[in-house]
């Protein structure tokens, strides 16, 4: 069964300043999406951004980054120029294959607190 | 732009109690699915449906059930509430090539 851990439950960083969420998954497909969730105080599930497992390039969103290293089966997450606006429960997630009756297994989630 | 709506927000059940959590979506979507947010917990699949007329179990679909009898409508029920259900619930839908769009959730307490 495919897992997915986020080991930081909660982090901190300065506003203006970069953070790295980290996330490992275990799995033995090598046809996979993975996910960034954020859940803000309102508990809208939010995508911040998707990585393909074919694709070699990392994604990237405005100020949201992924370093995906298939071998190792990571996934983080770079959050540039953090914003007040970032704070929230960060979600790492993954879907086996291209299909939509593919479940989505979640991470335990990490908390991002920014100090202004 | 409504997206996935969910009703109620928040509800209060008795232990024993019956009730439906409703949800739809208007982005002619085919698969929908119901998950579970316990605290400090990531979400975990209740049941999902790939069309009208089909659905399947999730990873924790004791005391739960569903139907699909339209494109939009995935309708969650709950039999005799019980405290081990007080959570907080996500209906979720996709095309099935691109991400799950999320409703904004029910918490759900059974006393």
């Known amino acids: 069964a495919q897992t997915v851990t986020q080991s930081q439950p909660e982090m901190s960083v300065q506003e203006a300043e970069t953070v790295t969420l980290s996330c490992t998954y275990d799995?033995?497909?090598?046809?996979?999406?993975l996910f960034w969730y954020k859940q803000p105080p309102s508990r809208q599930m939010i995508l911040v951004i998707r990585?393909?497992?074919?694709?070699?390039q990392n994604a990237t969103e405005n100020r949201f980054s992924v370093n995906f290293q298939k071998a190792a089966k990571s996934f983080s997450l770079k959050i540039s120029d953090s914003q007040l606006g970032d704070a929230a429960m960060y979600f790492c997630a993954y879907r086996r294959g291209r299909l939509g009756n593919e479940k989505l297994t979640f991470g335990t989630g990490t908390r991002l607190t920014i100090i202004p | 732009n409504a997206g996935v709506t969910q009703t109620p927000k928040f509800r209060i059940l008795k232990i024993g109690q019956s009730m439906t959590l409703q949800c739809t979506q208007d982005?002619?979507?085919?698969?929908m699915y119901w998950y579970r947010q316990d605290p400090g917990m990531g979400l975990k699949l209740i049941y999902y449906s790939v069309g009208a007329g089909i659905t399947d179990k999730g990873e924790v679909p004791n005391g739960y059930n569903v139907s699909r009898s339209t494109t939009e409508d995935f309708p969650l029920r709950l039999e005799l509430a019980a405290p081990s259900q007080t959570s907080v619930y996500f209906c979720a839908s996709s095309s099935g090539a691109s991400e799950a769009f999320f409703g904004q959730g029910t918490r759900l307490t059974v006393v």
């Open positions: 990585q393909e497992a074919y694709k070699q």
């Open positions: 982005m002619n979507h085919n698969y």
């Open positions: 799995t033995s497909e090598s046809d996979y999406y």
